[in-house]
């Protein structure tokens, strides 16, 4: 079965850290286009980075300097490591990718950010 399974979401106070992991069953995951989104309770779903096959990364406003987006091709893993962590930052994160003309998406690791 083709799926994408977040991980690595919790608990974490203001300034903290948190790393986040997108594994993927069924399709290779570590050479195309990835990305990361959230939804905030009651907010619509939003960009938060995409790394390209190039390599090349893209990241929201909000995150940059402090998100960073890293693949490991060995493991067919992406990573969203997360610093100075906010109380805004509080969302369930996705990951994405294309796959057979359409997105597939995983249903998301929770990130709760408070004191």
């Known amino acids: 079965q083709v799926q994408l399974v977040e991980s690595g979401g919790g608990l974490v106070q203001p300034g903290g850290s948190l790393r986040l992991s997108c594994a993927a069953s069924?399709?290779?995951?570590?050479?195309?286009?990835v990305g990361w989104y959230r939804q905030a309770p009651g907010k619509e779903r939003e960009f938060v980075a995409r790394?390209?096959?190039?390599?090349?990364?893209n990241y929201a406003d909000s995150v940059k300097g402090r998100f960073s987006m890293s693949r490991d091709y060995a493991k067919n893993l992406v990573y969203l490591q997360m610093n100075s962590l906010q109380p805004e930052d509080t969302a369930i994160y996705y990951c994405?990718?294309?796959?057979?003309?359409?997105?597939?998406w995983g249903k998301g690791t929770l990130v709760t950010v408070s004191s």
């Open positions: 790394i390209f096959t190039s390599a090349s990364i």
């Open positions: 069924g399709i290779i995951l570590n050479t195309g286009l």
């Open positions: 994405t990718t294309p796959w057979s003309g359409t997105t597939l």
